[in-house]
């Protein structure tokens, strides 16, 4: 079984940084990021296999937005740089014991609460 907690959001001018955090209990084959706004698909941003250096991220956050992990594999982050007005949502951590670098998001059984970020102009 696998429990995720996310944290890091906020708000933010257009322009800024934010850095997203997401603790991993049990083991995991891949971790990445989702995020979701009302009236619009969840869209899925980045993904890292686990324990690796591979990483995969949408074109919409490429350039902008990197995933890594620490040391003992159990954290992993999203560091957010030149942040717009649509990149507004809600931010969810995934994880999947099989799959990864999927953008669908029933391929990922694992997810956290959710931690909101807003970015104003």
């Known amino acids: 079984q696998v429990h995720l907690v996310e944290s890091g959001g906020g708000s933010v001018q257009a322009g800024g940084s934010l850095k997203l955090s997401c603790v991993a209990s049990?083991?995991?084959?891949?971790m990445g990021w989702f995020r979701h706004t009302p009236g619009h698909e969840r869209e899925g941003l980045a993904f890292?296999?686990?324990?690796?250096?591979?990483?995969t991220y949408t074109d919409s956050v490429k350039g902008r937005f990197t995933i890594s992990q620490d040391n003992g594999k159990n954290t992993v982050y999203l560091q957010m740089n030149s942040l717009k007005p649509e990149d507004t949502a809600m931010y969810y951590c995934?994880?999947?014991?099989?799959?990864?670098?999927?953008?669908?998001?029933?391929?990922?059984?694992?997810w956290g609460q959710g931690t909101q970020v807003t970015v104003s102009s």
């Open positions: 890292i296999w686990t324990g690796t250096t591979s990483t």
């Open positions: 995934a994880a999947s014991s099989h799959i990864c670098g999927s953008w669908y998001p029933g391929n990922y059984p694992y």
């Open positions: 049990g083991s995991t084959y891949c």
